[in-house]
Structures are given as structure tokens and as C-alpha cells.
């Protein structure tokens, strides 16, 4: 079965640029999840929906992100303007229930923001 | 509360030997302690998780011991190998109820496994 599908698996962007990252959870996964790791703050949820519906949005760092699921099996996450800040490796995971650690990650998209 | 605090950040050791990454909580709400692998360049894998209701739980060289009273848990690799070179992120979530979506992560563990 495939796993998480992620892409971008790196990007590259200039500050002020806007940047879409995609996510394909695993099939029948009704959970979905968008975290974002870096060395100072390792790994930190930014938002998470059960069912398409954002339910906890409440790490997402400011109004320069934003998360969207159309469908169950498309997410997307954007950054506009991006700043160098936010540059880090960003993991969206899903799971089968709303239960925690049924969480499947994916291979994640690493974004360098110049 | 929410903090679940991860040691050491780094952790060497030689081909054969023991590996133990230690981890402390304070939310006494937390009902579940799962632990991930990380190899570079992929994401987080689920490796083995405990509930507090049992004190240890082993799968192959893997061991999980929890000590509820001290809120504390541990990874145990036995017989380490190279292949087992990788970050290891312990965790802790509610189980269930409201906010049991929510993983709160160590900062990470290295494990350098030497031949």
C-alpha cells in the first residue's frame, strides 16, 4: 500500500514568494495531519482535520499559513509571503482514527526560504 | 504541562551494546507513550507504545519501561546495530477523549550505532 505522499520533497523559494505544499493521505484515513520539525522546536502540529473540516488550527504560527482539504484524499498547505524564518522540514500524517498514535507520516517536504 | 522532556539529545554506542533513551511528563492526563524512528530523509515511523497499565512492553530488541509514580519512560535497545542508527522521538498523547489527537513530542534523540 502507499504510504503518505508528499510534494514537493524539496522546495526552494525566495522570501515573499508563495509556497503550496501538497499531501495525499493513505486511503480510508479520515484524519490528517500537518506538522512542521526544526532543530529548535522539533516537532510541532500545526493543524489537524477529521473528516475535510479543520478541527485544531491553533498552531499554525500566523495568517501567512494556511491549510485546506478539499477532498479526503488532497491537502494543501501554504505559506504566502514566505519568510526565511520558515524554513524547516514540513511532515503532514494521517491515521484511521482520531485516536493519536495511529499517526503515518509522511517522507515530508524540506522548504529553504532564501 | 504539556511538556514531555527527551534525554539524552545525543547517544553513541557500540555494535551489541544497550541503547536507553529516557523520557519524563508532567500532564498526568497522558494515557498513551508511543515512541518514533527516524531515518534522515524520511518521516517519523511508529516503533512500540505503552498505556500506563503496564509497567514494561518488549517487541523483538525493543523495550518500553514505565514508571507511572515517577512519570517517566524508557526506550531499551538491545543488541543495537548499525541499522538501528536513527532519531528516536518519544511522546505522549491523552489516548482518547477530546485533545487525544494531539501527540506532544520529545525533542529527539540521535542514535549513532558504531561497528
Not at chain 2, 500532564?27 to 515512541?35: E, G, I, L
Amino acid at each position: 500500500d502507499a504510504g503518505v505522499i508528499q510534494s514537493p520533497r524539496h522546495e526552494v523559494t525566495e522570501m515573499g514568494q508563495e509556497v503550496t505544499l501538497r499531501c495525499k493521505p493513505i486511503s480510508g484515513h479520515n484524519s490528517l495531519f500537518w506538522y512542521r520539525q526544526t532543530m529548535m522546536r522539533g516537532l510541532e502540529l500545526l493543524i489537524y482535520f477529521n473528516n475535510n473540516v479543520p478541527i485544531d488550527d491553533s498552531g499554525m504560527p500566523e495568517d501567512r499559513f494556511s491549510a485546506k482539504m478539499p477532498n479526503a484524499s488532497f491537502s494543501t498547505l501554504k505559506i504566502q509571503p514566505s519568510e526565511p524564518r520558515d524554513s524547516a522540514v514540513y511532515f503532514c500524517a494521517s491515521s484511521l482514527r482520531t485516536v493519536a498514535y495511529e499517526q503515518y507520516f509522511g517522507p515530508g517536504t524540506r522548504l529553504t526560504v532564501t | 504541562q504539556q511538556q514531555v522532556k527527551q534525554s539524552p539529545q545525543s547517544l553513541i554506542v557500540q555494535k551489541g551494546g544497550i541503547s536507553i533513551i529516557n523520557c519524563a511528563y508532567e500532564n498526568t492526563a497522558f494515557d498513551y507513550f508511543p515512541w518514533y524512528q527516524q531515518f534522515p530523509g524520511k518521516g517519523p515511523a511508529l516503533l512500540i507504545a505503552i498505556r500506563p497499565d503496564v509497567s514494561e512492553k518488549k517487541e523483538g530488541r525493543f523495550t518500553i519501561s514505565f514508571n507511572k509514580s515517577a512519570k517517566q519512560f524508557s526506550l531499551h535497545i538491545m543488541d543495537s546495530q548499525p541499522g538501528d542508527s536513527a532519531t528516536y522521538f518519544c511522546a505522549a498523547s491523552k489516548g482518547s477523549g477530546a485533545g487525544s489527537y494531539q501527540l506532544t513530542f520529545g525533542k529527539g534523540t540521535k542514535l549513532s550505532v558504531i561497528p
